[in-house]
């Protein structure tokens, strides 16, 4: 799965992390999600330096609270107005595919388009079929593709559900 609890790793110890959690968004939700994502390793445990996020993707209807705490210059809801580290680094994006209210993620794009891919899984076959009574031909073009990530260290993917049990 894209998002999970559990990505173990290709290392010899067979560490494992993972890009799923369960918080509503916040501000301090969106900070601890941040720095948790850049702790993110590579799939041989090693520091990856370049992994920040720089979007924060939500449904429509969070659309104007996540620009409030991604946007202000001071930290949103707080008395003392302290400096917004993160105004003008993340950029907000409201999907409106996400129909679940309390869904939210934050993603690297640079990362995201080198993980997304498009697969060949068939190859297209060419067939032709005739038909000696009828004098009809047939010809057939059959393929599939399909498209997927190659990695998952891109997003980190939360959701927030009052009172359900809920897994991945």
């Known amino acids: 799965a894209l998002g999970h609890t559990t990505h173990t790793s290709n290392d010899s110890r067979g560490t494992s992390q993972g890009n799923l959690g369960t918080t509503e968004l916040s501000y301090a939700a969106f900070d601890a999600a941040y720095v948790a994502m850049q702790k993110f390793l590579t799939p041989t445990s090693q520091m990856d330096f370049e992994l920040k996020p720089d979007c924060l993707v939500v449904p429509i209807d969070l659309e104007a609270y996540a620009t409030e705490i991604i946007g202000s210059k001071g930290k949103p809801d707080v008395v003392t107005n302290n400096i ?41 076959m060419y067939l032709k079929d005739r038909e000696i009574s009828t004098l009809v031909m047939r010809r057939v073009l059959y393929t599939f593709f399909g498209y997927g990530a190659d990695d998952w260290r891109w997003c980190y993917f939360l959701y927030y559900s009052r009172g359900s049990n809920r897994h991945s």
């Open 84 to 124: 917004n580290a993160y105004n003008g680094k993340v950029q907000v994006i409201a999907a409106r595919p996400i129909v679940d209210t309390n869904n939210w993620a934050l993603v690297n794009k640079k990362r995201m388009k080198e993980s997304q891919h498009w697969y060949t899984v068939q190859a297209p």
